[in-house]
């Protein structure tokens, strides 16, 4: 559909991104007038180069590991490395599905799409950068965010987050800057898929914010997949080899090999440049992130924000979750209709999968004390890695507080954490103590059942 140069909307959204789309959908579900501004393909970070293609290579990588297991088992298979281009072919089918969809929900739905880019101008007015101009009595900015490179010499040698879905083939040899969900994920994918990954990290660990034992148990799954980890590093530049490739530069001085590629995991800033948000009366904090309430109002009068460009929780769900309650509330006849973002269940997408829901240990210590705080945890191998004598573990951990061991963290590694833990968050969502779980017969033989069994 196209739009006049002077459109009248119930709601404007700038962004379309998973935030944007779906309080879009929503909002004309309760029957408002809504115009949709994006000029890159719909559905922003999580279809394009986020959570869909990153799961699409991950789900690849996994059947490679299985793969490699089954000829353990008699299976008269022998290992190898996918053929690259068939598997991007894929993947790229799969997400231009994704795009037909979400163009013809669009359509259905009445959903004005202007394929541009939109700049506040205050008193509910909105410019496109084609001249087109709409009038809203409500503006929803979910613009998301985008990775950021350091800042040091030489790092337009290496690629970002983004670079690696360009990527035509796997590289030889890899170095990953960071380790953080990014890192992490990217290494796993990139080891199973034939690359030899080193993973270079400022902190003495990854991923932090989950639960210390459970990454523990994770750094040696990654180890016994052969990914090298260097803790404490601080990278000083990256310097161009003569053959193609660069080398990376610590602070110090120390040059190591070259690498085929080097991929920047160092985080992320908010799309928040050039949206009018100053003129318009929406205040940013210093990192650029839009400041909002809990009811995802910014400081501007029916001007609202969703998803990563509030700096909140970066993940898509919880964007989607926002982007609909909003809309409930704003169109829907429901005044208190927010999202809840205690106790929301996250999943890193490493080889095993890792995931948490509510709190870790420390954390329940230092909010219930550290005698009401108790921990029930247990260490195996997975009985198909047990049966083809492969050395991967899985970790379970449960943070309880009180004298009834009301289960306020879950923190799993390990084969299908990522599928067990959808459940379980549920459980842990509604309140449940270890007695509940132990009062749950248990599925046998799974992994699922080690939690219901943890003493």
């Known amino acids: 559909m196209s739009a006049d140069r002077g459109l009248h909307v119930d709601l404007a ?26 000029p890159g393909e719909l559905g922003g970070t999580c279809v394009n180069v986020g959570c869909v293609p990153k799961k699409a290579m991950w789900l690849a990588a996994e059947l490679g590991a299985h793969i490699r297991m089954a000829s353990a088992l008699g299976f008269p298979v022998e290992p190898a490395c996918p053929d690259w281009a068939q598997l991007i072919a894929s993947r790229q089918r799969y997400i231009a599905n994704i795009h037909a969809s979400y163009r013809r929900r669009l359509d259905e739905a009445g959903i004005v799409l202007l394929p541009a880019r939109g700049r506040l101008t205050g008193g509910g007015m909105v ?41 035509s083939e796997a590289p030889r040899r890899v170095a990953i800057i960071g380790g953080g969900y990014i890192g992490v994920e990217l290494a796993g994918v990139l080891q199973a898929l034939g690359s030899r990954v080193e993973l270079f990290v400022r902190g003495d660990s990854l991923l932090k914010g989950f639960d210390p034992e459970v990454v523990e148990r994770l750094q040696g799954n990654m180890h016994q997949a052969g990914i090298a980890l260097h803790f404490g590093y601080s990278l000083a530049a990256l310097e161009a080899c003569a053959g193609g490739g660069a080398r990376l530069c610590e602070q110090g001085g120390d040059t190591g090999e070259p690498f085929d590629a080097v991929i920047f995991a160092t985080g992320r800033r908010p799309n928040t440049d050039g949206l009018g948000l100053e003129a318009a009366g929406v205040r940013t904090a210093a990192d650029g992130h839009v400041e909002v309430d809990a009811f995802q109002a910014t400081s501007a009068k029916r001007v609202y924000a969703v998803g990563d460009v509030t700096g909140r929780l970066a993940l898509t769900p919880v964007a989607i979750a926002e982007g609909r309650r909003l809309m409930d509330r704003v169109f829907g006849g429901e005044p208190d209709a927010c999202v809840d973002h205690d106790n929301v269940a996250t999943v890193v997408f490493s080889h095993p999968p890792l995931g948490k829901v509510g709190l870790t240990e420390a954390e329940a210590r230092e909010r219930f004390g550290h005698d009401a705080v108790s921990c029930h945890g247990t260490t195996f191998r997975p009985m198909l890695h047990a049966l083809a004598d492969a050395q991967q573990h899985s970790m379970f951990k449960a943070v309880c507080v009180g004298k009834e061991k009301r289960v306020v963290g879950l923190h799993l590694v390990g084969e299908a954490a990522d599928e067990i833990l959808q459940g379980f968050a549920v459980a842990v969502k509604l309140g449940a103590t270890l007695a509940d779980f132990h009062a749950t017969v248990a599925i046998h033989p799974t992994s699922a059942e080690e939690i219901v069994l943890l003493r």
Not at 19 to 37: C, D, K, S, T
């Open 13 to 38: 959204v700038v962004g379309g991104g998973s935030g944007g789309l779906a309080a879009a959908f929503r909002a004309a579900g309760h029957g408002a007038r809504v115009a949709l501004l994006e």
């Open 127 to 167: 410019e496109c950068e084609d001249g087109n101009r709409l009038e809203a009595k409500h503006i929803l900015v979910a613009t998301g965010g985008r990775p950021v490179r350091p800042d040091i010499p030489g790092a337009e040698l290496g690629i970002d987050s983004d670079g690696f879905f360009a990527l």
